[in-house]
Each structure stands twice: as C-alpha cells, then as structure tokens.
C-alpha cells in the first residue's frame, strides 16, 4: 500500500519533470534563435514564466507534504533537493532569457564566428541534460561526472576573457561582447546544472556532492 | 559532550528469552537522548535497566554494565541507584489516598533527606520544575487524584524531581495525554535538559525529532544506530533506521 | 408471547425464588421467636439464664451472642493478620511456582468440611492448644481475669482459633485478589523514588486496597459468625450465666452451636423449640449485617 506521502511525492516528481523539460526547450530555444538572428525573446519569456510559476508550485506542494507528514530522512532529502533543482531549472530558463535579449538588443548576430560558443554550448547542453537524467535517475555517478564537466566550461570563459583583454583590433566590438556573455551566461546555467548534480548526492547519501 | 552514562555490552533476558543484545550506548550529559523503534524492541527494557527495575522481576536476568559517571550501578546499593537515577512512567499513577502535597514529599520523607521545614521548600521547588507550582499552590492538600491526567504526569515528574536526581528516565511520558498536555510536558522536559540528563523512550518519532539532542534506533532488541537528532532523522545510515522512520516497515 | 417475553417471565420468576426464600426464612423465625418474646420480653435478649425445664422455663440468649461476639473477634484478630501475611507474600515476594502451589493449598483449606475441622480441633488442636498457649499463660498471668480459669481445652480461645484457621482461606484470598489490582505503576513509582519492598506495601498496596482489604476482613467475620459445627466440638458448650464469658479459658457457647446442640432435644410443647429460633434469628441479623457491610464496601472498592 502507498503511503500518502508517496502520492504527494509522485506529484512533485510530475511537476519537476515537466519544469526540466521546459528548461532544456528554453535553452535550445533561444541558443537555436541567437544562431539564426531570429528575436525569440517574448517566447523565452513565456517559458520562463511557466517555470517561475511551477517552481512556486513545487515550493507550494514541499511545504504542505512537510507540513502534512512531516517527513524525515530519504523523504525530506528528496523535498529539500526537488526545491534545489527547481530553482536550478527557473535558472536555466532565465539565463535562456538573457541570450535570447542578446538579439534583441545587438540586433543581429549571424555574421559573427560561433565557434566558441557552440563549443560551449554543447558541453552545457549535455551538462543539462545528463544533470536532469541525474536528478531523475538518482544516479550519482553520473551526477559526479556533471560536475567534473563544470572545470571545462569555466576554462573556456575564462579563455574567452583573456583572448578578448588581448585583442589588439577589432573588426566587430559586438561579436566579441556577445561572444563573451553567451558563453558567460552558459557558464551559469553550467553551474546550476552542476547545483542539481550536486543535490543528488544529498538526496542518496545524504551529503551534497563538492562542486 | 561529557557522557554521563554508559551502557557496555549490556543483556537482557526474560526467562530464556533474550530481550536486549549487547548494547553499548554513551548516554551524553545534560542532554536529551530519545529511544526510538518498534513496539517489543526492547525500549522500555533498556530504560528500565538503567534504573534496576529488572532487579524486582525473578524472570528478569541482566549481564552487562552500566556505568553512571564511570561507575557500575549494578555494583552498588539499587535504592541509592534509583534516586540518583529517577524514572517517569507512561501512565501517571499519583499514589493513593495522599494529598499533592504528600505525593511529591513521600519520595524525601522515605529516604529521611529532609526535615520537615526544608520538605515544603523541596516541594515548592520541585512542583515549580514541573511547571505545576502556580496550578496547585492553593490546593497543596487536596488529593492527587483530583488533578487532570496531565497535571498528575506534571506531579509525577515532580515527585522525581524532589529527590534532586542526576539522571531522569522517562517511559513514553506523554503517550497517555491529549495534545495540549503533551506540548506542556515536552516544553518542560526541554528546559529540565539544563540541570539533568535525560532519556526519553518514545513511540513517536515526532516527538523525538522535536525535543531531543540525541536519538537511538532500537530493533529487535539491538540498537541499529545512534547519531545527533537531526542527522539520524535527515540521514541515516542504517537501511532499517531509514524504512522505519520514513513508516516503511510495519 | 414471543420468546424473549417467556424467557423474561422464567427468569424472573426464578429469580423471585431466592427473594421469597429469604422472606419467608425471616417470617417464620419471627412468628416461632414471638411466644418466647412474648414470655420473656426484652429480657430473652439480656438476661443469661437458661432453663428449658417446664415449669421453670427460663431464656437468655445473652451469652450466646457474647459467645458469638467474642470467637468470632478472637478468630479475625488470629487469622486476619495471618492471612494478609499470606497474601503479601504470595502478591509481593513469592516466584510463580510458589504462588501457584501455595495458592491452591490455601484454597484447600476452604474445602475442608467443618466437622473435620471440629474432630481435629477435638482430639488434636485443643490440646496443643491447653499445653503450649492456655497452660502457659494461666501459669504466669492467671491473676489476669480473662486467664483466671482454670484451662481446659474446650473453651472461648480454642472455639475462637479454630474459626481463626477457618477464615484464613477466605480473608487470604480476597486480600491477594485485592492486592493484585494494586496498580504496577504505583508500585513501580515508589521503587523509582528509591523505596524499599516495606515502602511499596505500605504506602502502595495497603493504602490502595484498604477498603478491599476491610471488606476481605467483613467476609471472614460473615464466615465465623455463621459458623456451627467446628465451634460447637471445640467450645464445651456451656449454658445459662456459666456460658458468659468470664475468661477466655471458660467452657462457652456460641448462637450456632447453642442451636447445634440443642434442638434435637427440645421439647416441642415447650417454649424451647422458640428460644433456640429466637437465637437463629438473631445469628442471622448478624450474619446480615456483617454481609451486607462487607458487600457495600467490597463494591464500592471495585469501583
């Protein structure tokens, strides 16, 4: 027989799962729309009220399954992390945000050379990715391997900062300002990600993971 | 933390039936440790083999020690044991036909610690403790038996205290009580946590969460786990401590 | 009529049958008590002298009620406290295996029918008695009137410890259930408070069980007032002023042994057969009184 915490659990699980789904199309979304000079920012928006509002949804249906059941041990890890993992998703759709604005407001960016960033791209979207399957799995492993992605990402920012301190001329001053706020904004839903993996070790062994 | 009792390889047996396993457990001083686990886990024995209360029973055999401040207690004199050791039962009983005044003085009054004048300052003290003083001070001499349930578990608490014990053993205090009265008690336990060490057998999880510094988990008669309150209900170690308090074993 | 109405009716009506029967015990005692009243007046209660002889008709059934009154004190003043000894032994310090064995032994002796009782006492108890208690005392305290007589045997002390040893089965074991519904907790609670086995019996079991133990107390008085057989073989069986109780070591007579003895030659035409009645009645006032005292108190303990 269930017991009634298990229900509420099952809700919350629902609720997250549909919020990472809707991070991961934010950011493939407006990263897709920043590549083809397309102005996405008012669809990016609206996912990322949705996400804002199923966070408060998450944080609604913790506090009652707590105030309800009181619950302790793997029970209360897996409320306290959910609530972690939700914040990390509003994240990722914010940040999604911020590259879809990039367009918006340096107007179009297609002639700029994307290497770096799709670089970038693809290691946080499979930081995203691979932190959510963590998350749902509760595979810390896999959660552990998130994380030691995070150095990679970080190198490749702080290489864009110096690489742009460097140069001496310029051809186009807004290629190398977005280039280093995507891939500064990819370093944090990097980060966040890393967050997420960090919690499903608290979730399993009851110690968040070190990132 | 300094401890103040410490249980070694403690045994337990009920005829030929063995109760309690060798358990080892450092009971910390001046804080409150809470016994948890299913019914028939051996809880209440425990308890009531750091008071000697097995020595009443002829079925009862209990091989192991117990030592209180690095003493044997099962080496000296049991009545001396058990007034430095006191014990709160599940069911407040007041005894019979004495008034509240009597009920928390007989305790001295058996054991000649007090004249007659210092009796009533003992009283007045111990009745304040337990946070009955300004319910009862008006009716000292009524009897006992008049007072609700939860004053009488407030005036058993007193009569324990009156004989100024170092250590207070409580056996489900609060499992026969109505809410109000229990919130009473637990706020009463938490602030006698200065002055004593306390351990506390509850059936209610909760109620160990809420008031204690220390929890055990206790299973057929062995004791699975013993860490900080919160660590043991947030993170447990123990698989079985884990299905047990999250209410998946039955 | 549907069945529960028969049914209802059946009971009633034979529990209408005991109520009847006490009712019509009671008419005729007093219908064959009223001529020796009526002879006597009130002194048929307060005088002692005993003579059915016709023509000389004489009754008191003053000594007989003194007789009465005295064994059955000596008897709860011996046996009572035996039988709480028992019975805190068997609740406080006995193990399982002694109880059981003793409890069943005691129990026993409540099986045992009062006239072995009587030819024990008779041929055994009485002089054991004379040799090692009345003898004794006679000797060194007999300028004392209740040791003045000069011992015999058959007398008030032996009557009084025979129906001692009779009620013992029935104080005992009402005593022990008693003492069993003292509660753990309250024994457990004066130990925790650091009291001793003395400290929990008494200020834990005798303070809890007083009315039940008061109400054991009325029952064995019930029984040893009631009491005929064994009494009337132990108690010399004197009559008239000789039956008062002077001294504990004088021949005596209880109401039920006066009966015992005598109404088989009472002679009809007499007030005799009347007087011995007049005593059943007044033995069973007693008897009443004592029960129902015990029952009230007994009752009000269980609640």
């Known amino acids: 027989m269930p017991r009634l915490l298990d229900i509420g ?15 991961e199309e934010a950011i493939s979304m407006a990263v897709n729309a920043y590549f083809e000079g397309k102005n996405v920012r008012d669809d990016v928006y609206e996912k990322s009220m949705k996400l804002k509002e199923l966070k408060d949804e998450v944080r609604d249906l913790a506090f009652e399954l707590i105030m309800k059941y009181q619950p302790v041990a ?138 | ?112 610690l007090a004249k007659k004048e210092r009796l009533e300052k003992i009283v007045e003290r111990s009745l304040r403790m337990a946070a009955l003083w300004e319910e009862v001070k008006d009716i000292l001499e009524s009897p006992a038996t008049s007072l609700s349930v939860g004053q009488q578990q407030r005036l058993t608490i007193a009569r324990t205290l009156a004989l100024e014990p170092e250590v207070l053993l409580m056996d489900e205090p609060t499992s026969a009580l109505d809410p109000v009265s229990m919130k009473k008690i637990e706020e009463l336990i938490v602030n006698l946590k200065n002055d004593y060490t306390i351990v506390v057998v509850t059936h209610d999880m909760r109620q160990a969460a809420r008031i204690s510094d220390f929890t055990a988990f206790m299973y057929e008669g062995k004791i699975i786990e013993f860490n900080e309150t919160s660590e043991l209900f947030r993170n447990p170690k123990e698989e079985i401590t884990e299905k047990y308090i999250t209410g998946r074993i039955s | 009529m549907n069945e529960d109405e028969v049914f209802y009716l059946f009971s009633l009506a034979v529990a209408s049958i005991s109520l009847l029967l006490l009712a019509l015990i009671l008419v005729v005692l007093v219908q064959y008590t009223l001529p020796v009243i ?59 295996t002694l109880k059981k064995y003793l409890s069943i032994m005691i129990d026993l002796l409540a099986a045992i029918p009062s006239v072995i009782y009587g030819l024990w006492g008779f ?29 015999t045997g058959l007398d008030f002390l032996s009557g009084g410890l025979i129906l001692a040893i009779m009620i013992i089965p029935i104080v005992s074991s009402v005593t022990r259930e008693v003492l069993e519904l003292v509660p753990t907790e309250i024994k457990e609670g004066i130990y925790a408070i650091g009291g001793n086995r003395y400290d929990v019996i008494v200020y834990g079991s005798i303070r809890y069980s007083k009315n039940g133990i008061l109400g054991a107390i009325l029952l064995g008085l019930g029984r040893a007032v009631g009491e005929t057989m064994a009494v009337s073989m132990v108690i010399g069986n004197a009559t008239g002023e000789n039956a008062l109780p002077r001294s504990l070591f004088s021949a005596g007579q209880t109401l039920s042994s006066l009966i015992a003895n005598e109404f088989n030659e009472a002679n009809p035409t007499s007030l005799h057969p009347n007087a011995l009645v007049g005593a059943g009645l007044v033995l069973l006032m007693m008897a009443i009184v004592v029960n129902l005292g015990a029952r009230a108190i007994v009752s009000k303990y269980k609640r």
């Not at chain 2, 109760?19 to 804080?31: C, F, T």
């Not at chain 2, 690095?70 to 000296?76: A, M, N, P, S, V």
């Not at chain 3, 054991?128 to 003045?148: A, M, Q, T, W």
């Open chain 3, 123 to 151: 041929f055994v108890f009485r002089n054991f008695i004379l040799d090692y208690i009345e003898k004794p005392l006679h000797n060194y305290f007999g300028k004392i009137s209740i040791f003045s007589a000069t011992p």
């Open chain 2, 1 to 112: 933390m300094k401890t103040k009792i410490e249980i070694r390889n403690l045994n337990v047996w009920f005829n030929k039936r063995q109760v309690i396993y060798d358990v080892n457990l450092k009971v910390p001083e001046q804080a409150i440790t809470a016994v948890i686990g299913p019914s028939g886990c051996g809880k209440s024995t425990l308890l009531r083999a750091i008071n000697r209360l097995h020595d009443l029973i002829p079925e009862a055999k209990v091989k192991g020690e117990v030592l209180l401040d690095g003493k044997d207690i099962y080496k000296e004199d049991p009545l001396v044991v058990r007034r430095k050791i006191g014990m709160v039962f599940q069911k407040p009983v007041p005894f019979p036909s004495m008034s509240i005044f009597e009920n928390v003085a007989i305790g001295v009054k058996l054991n000649d």
């Open chain 3, 38 to 96: 009526k002879e006597m007046g009130f002194d048929y209660f307060i005088t002692s002298s005993w003579n059915p002889v016709f023509g000389k008709e004489k009754y008191g059934i003053l000594p007989y009620f003194l007789g009465t009154v005295l064994t059955s004190f000596i008897a709860v003043l011996v046996g009572v406290p035996i039988s709480f000894g028992i019975a805190l032994f068997l609740t406080e310090y006995s193990n399982k």
């Open chain 1, 74 to 211: 793997i029970d209360l890890r897996t409320i306290e992390s959910t609530l972690d993992a939700s914040y990390g998703f509003s994240r990722f759709s914010r940040y999604a945000l911020d590259i879809a604005d990039l367009t918006n407001k340096l107007g179009n960016l297609t002639e700029c050379d994307h290497t770096k960033i799709k670089h970038a791209l693809s290691i946080v979207q499979w930081m995203v990715s691979k932190s959510i399957e963590a998350f749902e799995t509760k595979n810390v492993e896999l959660a552990k391997e998130v994380i030691k992605k995070d150095d990679e990402i970080d190198e490749i920012y702080n290489e864009s900062l110096t690489n742009a301190a460097q140069m001496g001329k310029v051809e186009d001053i807004r290629c190398v300002i977005a280039d280093i706020l995507v891939i500064r904004y990819l370093e944090r839903i990097g980060d966040h990600a890393c967050q997420i993996a960090s919690a499903v070790g608290y979730v399993v062994e009851g110690k968040y993971l070190p990132t």
């Open chain 1, 9 to 23: 659990l099952n809700e919350l699980v629902s609720i997250t799962k549909r919020m990472s789904d809707t991070a």
